[in-house]
Every structure is written in structure tokens, then in C-alpha cells.
Nanobody, 120 residues
Framework: QVQLVESGGGLVQAGGSLRLSCSGSGGTIWSFNIMAWYRQPPGKKRELVASISRTGIPDYSGSSSVKGRFTISRKYGEKTMYLQMTELEPEDTGTYFC???????????WGQGTQVTVSS
């Protein structure tokens, strides 16, 4: 059974940094072929932040607002993923979720989320 556990959220002032982690377990490595970070601002829909392949190729096309500020990463072939967030803005506030799956069309696994709050 695939499980995803996020950690690293918290309260930070605008301009600060946080590093989120997503630890995967269970399943095979193919269940984690694609991993992604989503976020859900208060009162809004969940949105894609960034994704990364098993070989470590990132894709930030899901959110133009984080380009240059957030960095998604993972070690080759591992089930753990990170999101380094810098120059945080109040608009980055929300619950951050980890998602994984064999490919972009079948990403069926979600974590429980970690809260990020950026104060102005």
C-alpha cells in the first residue's frame, strides 16, 4: 500500500524560507514515477505547484507564480521528494500536498498535507 507523508510546514514571515519533505513508502518505485506538489489556499481549489520525474527532471509549468522561488527535487530513483521554498509571500499560504503515480495521467496517491502559513 502506497503511503505519502508530508512534513516541514509551519509559520514563517514574508521573505522567509521553508523546506517541505514528502516521504513515500510501500508499492514499487514505479508507483512514484512522477511525484508532484500541490497546494490549496484557504477557500480556493487545489492547484499544481510543480512535478518531478523519477530521474529528477522538474516541471514548473503548473504554476508561474513559484518559478525562481521554489525548487522541487528528489534523488534518483528514491520515493522521497522535497520542495525548497524561498522568498515566501502571504499568497503562498495554504495546505501543501504530495501526490504520486506511475505517470501524469494516473497519479492516484495523495498525502495528508502540511500547513504553510506566511505572515505579512
Amino acid at each position: 500500500q502506497v503511503q505519502l507523508v508530508e512534513s516541514g510546514g509551519g509559520l514563517v514571515q514574508a521573505g522567509g524560507s521553508l523546506r517541505l519533505s514528502c516521504s513515500g513508502s510501500g508499492g514499487t518505485i514505479w508507483s512514484f514515477n512522477i511525484m508532484a506538489w500541490y497546494r490549496q489556499p484557504p477557500g480556493k481549489k487545489r492547484e499544481l505547484v510543480a512535478s518531478i520525474s523519477r530521474t529528477g527532471i522538474p516541471d514548473y509549468s503548473g504554476s508561474s507564480s513559484v518559478k525562481g522561488r521554489f525548487t522541487i527535487s528528489r534523488k534518483y530513483g528514491e520515493k522521497t521528494m522535497y520542495l525548497q521554498m524561498t522568498e515566501l509571500e502571504p499568497e503562498d499560504t495554504g495546505t501543501y500536498f504530495c501526490k504520486a503515480g506511475p505517470n501524469a495521467n494516473t497519479m492516484n496517491y495523495w498525502g495528508q498535507g502540511t500547513q504553510v502559513t506566511v505572515s505579512s
